[in-house]
């Protein structure tokens, strides 16, 4: 097992591992199936992302790809010490410990570029997530009503954040 950064030739096996995890579960934004990004594309999002500071880790296991941390800096002046986070590890990868590792290479890389503040939303459904959250000093802000329709029924999401 491996974790490093993100690269522009993991476009393909990257894009697979979202759509699988999109796959998998409830608790990411998009739906099975409903994300069209090309491998192309998805070069492209990685190569910008790079350039805009963005930091990105995967887990390598075997010559795959089965988890990975992404952190988005925001661009506006005011939020540049600011950090969005998504994490998704495949099903048949979890509870080997990847989220806390992901985790900490993500801390570790993202207090080198400046970054105070790190927040997410998650479902209040997806205890496993939640327990990560908290477990890596996440502490829950406020909770947000119907803020995701899935399967036809409304779900709640937390807004989580830790402060560095």
């Known amino acids: 097992m491996e974790i490093r950064e ?16 999109e ?7 998009y739906e099975k199936g409903e994300r069209k990004t090309t491998i192309e594309q998805e070069k492209e ?4 992302g790079k350039k805009n500071g963005n930091i990105a880790f995967v887990v390598v296991e ?4 089965v988890g990975f941390v992404w952190g988005g800096i925001f661009t506006e002046n005011r939020r540049k010490h600011c950090l969005r986070i998504a994490i998704a590890i495949l099903q048949e990868s979890t509870g080997k410990g990847y989220g806390t590792k992901l985790m900490n290479a993500l801390e570790k890389e993202a207090l080198k570029k400046g970054i105070t503040r790190f927040e997410l939303d998650v479902s209040v459904k997806n205890k496993i997530a939640i327990n990560l959250y908290k477990k890596m000093g996440f502490l829950i802000e406020g909770e947000r009503k119907n803020s995701y329709l899935i399967e036809g029924e409304f779900d709640d999401d937390y807004i989580m954040a830790k402060i560095i």
């Open 6 to 21: 993100l690269r522009i030739d993991d476009a393909e096996k990257f894009l697979n591992l979202i759509n699988i995890t």
């Open 23 to 29: 796959g998998e579960t409830p608790y990411l934004l």
């Open 45 to 48: 999002i990685i190569l910008k």
């Open 62 to 65: 075997k010559g795959r790809l």
